[in-house]
């Protein structure tokens, strides 16, 4: 009986009114709490945790739920309709037309136009005439529009905009497919959504502790902060308050300890500054043209998708962009330029470059470093980035990335791929590494590093590659560069033995010391 006394005494009112509410014949998940209870989801999830610590409840089972909720883009393909049909539209009103004209009769980016333009030309519905403008070729619309547009009104129809996988037929899972991103919302009408229902029964010492509960007295509405508005009204002299053990010793806490990841952010960098390489570093706000364009990513293109960037509110747009450098990148990627290439023959766009976004990739750092950069010379930075991504063991939506570039003469792959086994094995502590062909718009050949995690079990570490002549020879640059982008974050998982890129940035002091003591 002495335990049960010491164990109702260390229940929270969220675990007690779980208690006097429910017997060992109910299936209790989150949801029925919320609904019954009126708690807010995380208290469910909070009391379950705790009355399975205490051996009073055991989970059930549990079921695997996929959503798909519509995005603020989504209710905008909404009013206006989407990029595809607004392009078919406009062509059969307009005739013929070059793919910057769409954009700007329709005021889209360029980069949606040339994405909508590649799939409906794939599906026979536009094609591209003898003089480079897009023309509608009298085809049937692809009944998967139709499909997408019956999605997002059906969306639109229900409670928070959320359609169940389950909800759907086989032809407009196939459909959505299309139209969603599980990491990254960026212009997608859909993001998906991956829920569990957990279902707990009440178990153990279940009928003692409600015995035991109701002999003393305890509600589960007792008072366990006194709040200033209880104070000036005088409710606090109705109620009764929970009891409280001040004999507990306060948390040990270790001021002045320098955390585990920052202390493998400095080796890294004395890594590398004793191999000859000056560190470089940039803004975390940057242009598109920074950002992607001086790198050959074409701005129509859905290659520009790979990065779903956070835009800037205020200002919107940068006032300027250097010369001669502007000049040079408009010239490669209308014509080619000097870089000996044909380029991708569109009209660049001054207004999109120049626009502000929070820094997606590392190699940014490297486009800005070129054109100042010394022949033979070494350079690397650690550079903060940001996604708009779902966040996962492996994946965060701001990240750390280690940029380097080496340039010279005698510069090739095999000194790239030096540097690339260096990373994963002397850095990351890696037994196992394999080099994977990769594609990055701005690198020919593209290279990706893997390496396998005991738990996590193979992933990408970074990419690499030699820069393409379309992005060294605008800078003024006429040498071979070798270039990378490694995850530093998924380096430390290894470094570390850590097995979720969270861990990084806990602040839990005990397990920062846990893993400064491995470190």
């Not at 169940?164 to 993001?191: A, I, N, Q, W, Y």
């Amino acid at each position: 009986m002495t335990d049960i006394k010491n164990l109702i005494k260390n229940l929270h009112p969220l675990e007690t009114k779980v208690l006097l509410n429910y017997s060992l014949k109910d299936i209790l998940t989150s949801d029925r709490l919320v609904k019954e209870l009126g708690y807010k989801e995380g208290h469910a999830n909070q009391a379950f945790s705790w009355l399975t610590g205490k051996n009073l409840i055991s989970e059930e089972s549990r079921t695997p739920h996929v959503y798909y909720e519509l995005t603020d883009f989504g209710k905008v393909v909404a009013k206006n309709g989407s990029a595809e049909e607004r392009i078919i539209v406009y062509l059969k009103e307009n005739g013929p037309k070059l793919l910057p004209e769409i954009a700007a009769g329709l005021a889209l980016e360029n980069k949606d136009i040339g994405s909508a333009f590649g799939a409906l030309s794939k599906e026979g519905v536009l094609k591209m005439n003898a003089e480079k403008k897009a023309e509608y070729t009298g085809a049937p619309i692809p009944r998967r529009i139709e499909i997408s547009k019956g999605l997002i009104q059906k969306a639109l129809s229900v409670e928070n905009n959320q359609l169940e996988s389950t909800s759907l037929s086989k032809e407009e899972l196939d459909v959505m497919s299309g139209l969603t991103k599980k990491r990254g919302v960026s212009e997608t009408p859909f993001r998906t959504i991956e829920r569990e229902t957990v279902a707990y029964k009440l178990s153990g010492m279940f009928d003692q502790v409600v015995d035991a509960l109701k002999k003393a007295g305890i509600t589960g509405e007792e008072i366990g902060e006194i709040t200033p508005s209880m104070l000036s009204s005088g409710d606090w002299k109705k109620g009764t308050f929970r009891g409280y053990n001040i004999s507990i010793p306060p948390a040990r806490i270790i001021p002045g300890r320098t955390n585990p990841y920052v202390q493998f952010l400095e080796s890294v960098k004395d890594k590398l500054c004793s191999l000859g390489f000056e560190e470089f570093d940039g803004p975390l706000v940057e242009t598109e043209f920074w950002n992607g364009d001086a790198l050959f990513m074409p701005q129509f293109h859905a290659a520009r998708d790979i990065h779903d960037v956070y835009r800037i509110k205020t200002p919107t747009h940068a006032k300027s962009i250097e010369e001669p450098y502007l000049s040079n990148v408009r010239e490669v990627h209308q014509n080619g330029g000097n870089s000996g290439s044909r380029g991708w023959n569109y009209q660049f766009d001054n207004e999109f470059t120049r626009r502000l976004i929070m820094r997606s990739q590392g190699t940014v750092l490297s486009a800005h470093q070129l054109h100042t950069a010394k022949i033979p010379g070494k350079y690397f930075g650690i550079a903060r980035c940001f996604r708009y991504d779902k966040v996962d063991a492996t994946h965060l939506s701001d990240f750390y990335q280690t940029e380097g570039i080496v340039l010279g003469e005698n510069v090739n792959l095999r000194t790239l791929l030096g540097f690339l086994r260096m990373f994963a094995v002397e850095i990351a502590g890696a037994t196992e590494v394999k080099y994977v062909p990769g594609y990055f718009p701005f690198t020919e050949p593209s290279i990706e590093v893997h390496i396998k995690h005991p738990k996590l079990g193979w992933f990408e570490l970074g990419g690499s590659g030699i820069f393409r002549p379309e992005v060294t020879k605008a800078m003024g640059i006429d040498v071979p560069v070798a270039a990378w982008g490694i995850g530093i974050d998924r380096m430390a998982l290894m470094a570390l033995g850590l097995n979720d890129l969270r861990e990084l940035f806990c602040e839990d002091i005990e397990r920062v010391r846990l893993r400064k003591a491995k470190f």
